[in-house]
């Protein structure tokens, strides 16, 4: 089982191309930290794809 306290939506959006170091520069960048076990939702620019990351 996966554990998430918290989701996190962002306003910004992530080239969906990006790897999951550049994903994680930009989790910090938008949101100030990435904490354990909060997932973190993109979108792409058109909103037509979503890439989700979880930290911890």
Do not use: C, E
Request: net charge positive.
């Amino acid at each position: 089982m996966i554990r998430i306290d918290a989701a996190w939506l962002a306003t910004a959006p992530l080239d969906m191309r990006a790897d999951t170091d550049t994903a994680l520069a930009r989790v910090v960048t938008v949101f100030g930290a990435a904490h354990p076990h909060h997932a973190y939702l993109f979108a792409n620019k058109r909103a037509l794809r979503t890439y989700q990351s979880k930290v911890g």
